[in-house]
Nanobody, 127 residues
Framework: QVQLVESGGGLVQAGGSLRLSCAIS????????MAWFRQPPGRKREFVSS?????????IYTDVVKGRFTISTDDAQNTLHLEMNSLKVDDTAVYYC???????????????????WGQGTQVTVSS
């Protein structure tokens, strides 16, 4: 079991940047794959990006954030990051980090495959 705590959300103007962080604690952190999801106002939770510890080559992104967002892990600090650049009004959402146990398999972009979630952090992009 792991615990996830996000930070770094806030209010930013369109075109600006924010960096989200997610601190992970618990046993066997490396047995989990990590992801960011978001839930825009009035909409369902949607996949943003995922990555595995010590494997930056496994990073994947939803099409609408490719080239603007970068997911990364600080393996020494057990922290997940999401660098968000060129933010748009449509990026406004509550952002969640999530963890899934690798041995269970499943698609990395399906929320149902993630058993552990942070509390969420609000990102608001103004025009």
């Amino acid at each position: 079991q792991v615990q996830l705590v996000e930070s770094g959300g806030g209010l930013v103007q369109a075109g600006g940047s924010l960096r989200l962080s997610c601190a992970i604690s618990g046993r066997t952190v490396r047995s989990y794959a990590m992801a960011w999801f978001r839930q825009p106002p009035g909409r369902k939770r949607e996949f943003v990006s995922s990555i595995m510890w010590e494997r930056s080559d496994t990073a994947i992104y939803t099409d609408v954030v490719k080239g603007r967002f970068t997911i990364s892990t600080d393996d020494a600090q057990n922290t997940l990051h999401l660098e968000m650049n060129s933010l748009k009004v449509d990026d406004t959402a509550v952002y969640y980090c999530a963890a899934r146990q690798i041995y269970r398999g499943g698609s990395p972009n399906a929320a149902a495959n993630y058993a552990y979630w942070g509390q969420g952090t609000q990102v608001t992009v103004s025009s």
